[in-house]
């Protein structure tokens, strides 16, 4: 990457608190021996500590200027709620591993933290927090890294970085609960927002991601013994010249798990060229073992009013772990330019449903391929299949026996 610095440029609105708490006491870096232009991490690690330390609440101030800032770790638990405001530039380390870490600031076990300012920040079991008013510029890697985290918020947040910065996600997610991110804009050459194994209850709300690959749940099911993801909501939000919209990745032939849970809604996709993906087949380097099916059972996804343009025919692309669509008590709902290949049961099942259409919808499976039904309809009213190719060679291409769009893919039974 050179030498070049990486700049976190930090735009504040004015902040007014009311409250009918005391008055933080406040830490200003300046009078710890920080001087604009140089570098100010023993300042503030300095200010931070006795900051920590103060009874009632802190507040740790960098005020205006540029400042260069090293590695640096901010360790809790305080004695009360803690504000790190940085009111306008701090400039990273040149060479993104001259330390021997993969993150700039790193929050841990805080309690009642917010943070107004910053960038390429990691927030390890931080509870009952928020980042707002924050933009991080050109991060060396993750803009920002959460992990075991509960009840933090990230609202008014903006990342900028190059559309071909590889491995610069805006906000990554792992083994969290309750996270909220909303009215944010998210620039970046990676995912927008990704979400890893043990998150839950996030949501996303209102916030606009440009270039990379925007929103995705996963990779799942590389690592042994990853906990669930469940309660996953993206709404009001607008993709942009992305190469994918919305995605869920699990690998295929390793290790299990679960995704449950998980609805996007009322999304505005702008020149996109996969606008939703599930793809149960993820391996990006070709190390994988194709002949088995990933064992990350996927259930309970909805796609709710997704609209605008795609750069490719295909809008819809999902390849479950050789299994099937599910459509339970599904109403008022549209399936359209989807492609189910090389299922091993009913490529489709609809249970319950009424008012809901199939157009240009493709099956292909393999001539020899058993009980593997295009689509399958079940105590359902109201269903409209058109302009669509069901090819299942032994079986029927569609099964008739004597809104949310609820859409899962289950792995199937292991003898």
Known sequence: MGSKAHVCTVYLLLLFAFTSEALPNTFDVTKYGAKAGSDITKALLSASKEGCAAAGSGKVVVPKGKYFLGVVDLIGPCKGAMHLQVERTLVAPAKAGQHGKNSWVTLRYLDRLTVSGGGNL????????????VTSSDSKQFHVNVLGSKNLTFQRFSVKAPGHSLHTDGIHIGR???????????????????????????????????????????SLGKYEKEEPVSGIYVKNCTIYDTDNGVIIKTWPALYGGIASNIHFEDIVMQNVSNPIIIDQMYCPWNLCSWKKPSKVQISNVSFKNIQGSSRTPTAVQITCSSSNLRFDFVTNSIVED?????????????????????????????GHSLNTDGIHIGRSEGINIIHSNCNTRLDSGIGIPTVRWNLGCRRPLEG
Do not use: M, W, Y
């Open 338 to 366: 989807v492609t189910s290949i090389d299922s091993n049961q009913f490529h489709v099942n609809v249970l319950g449903s009424k008012n809901l259409t199939f157009q240009r919808f493709s099956v292909k499976a393999p």
């Open 176 to 218: 969290s609960e309750g996270i909220n991110i909303i009215n944010s804009n998210i620039v970046t050459g990676d995912d927008c927002i990704s979400i890893g194994q043990g998150s839950k209850q996030v949501r996303i709300t209102n916030v606009r991601c440009g270039h990379g690959h925007v929103i995705s749940v996963g």
């Open 122 to 133: 990691r927030f390890d079991f931080v509870t009952n927090s928020i980042v707002e008013d």
